[in-house]
């Protein structure tokens, strides 16, 4: 009977030994572990997306927040220093050029026609002030 429970003891005991090897083989411990995308700070770089280890797929990274229209008339009327009812508004429209999506933003004050095209995440492209009267 003592022979039984010493081997049945040994037997439990490799079993435990080879289970924790088992679940500590995928894992690593926190402090070897590096992160997945680091940027160097203040580069402006956006960083990539951590893809898990061991993991075959790689997912497309994370689209930038996009703005919506009225975010778009905004900043064109933010730097042309005006608000909404200072001026006539003639266009606002999400567009796609040589592979940028962006917002066409045109409004009109006084005599003055003021184009902007505005990327879809907020950055200014082009803009463009033209008197009214060159049409």
Request: proline share 4%; net charge negative; with cysteine.
């Amino acid at each position: 009977m003592k022979e039984k429970m010493k081997k049945a003891g040994l037997i439990l005991g490799l079993v435990l030994v080879l289970a924790f090897a088992v679940t500590a083989c995928g894992s690593k411990p926190a402090s070897s572990q590096t992160p997945a995308a680091q940027t160097p700070a203040g580069s402006g770089a956006a960083a990539a997306p951590a893809v898990p280890e061991g993991s075959s797929k790689q997912s497309a990274p994370a689209a930038a927040t996009e703005i919506t229209e009225e975010e778009a008339l905004a900043i064109a009327l933010a730097d042309a220093g005006f608000k909404e009812a200072d001026v006539t508004i003639v266009k606002v429209a999400k567009d796609l050029d040589d592979g940028i999506t962006k917002y066409d933003v045109e409004f009109i004050s006084g005599d003055k026609k003021y184009g902007y095209d505005i990327k879809i995440d907020g950055v200014i492209l082009e803009r463009d002030i033209d008197s009214t009267f060159d049409d």
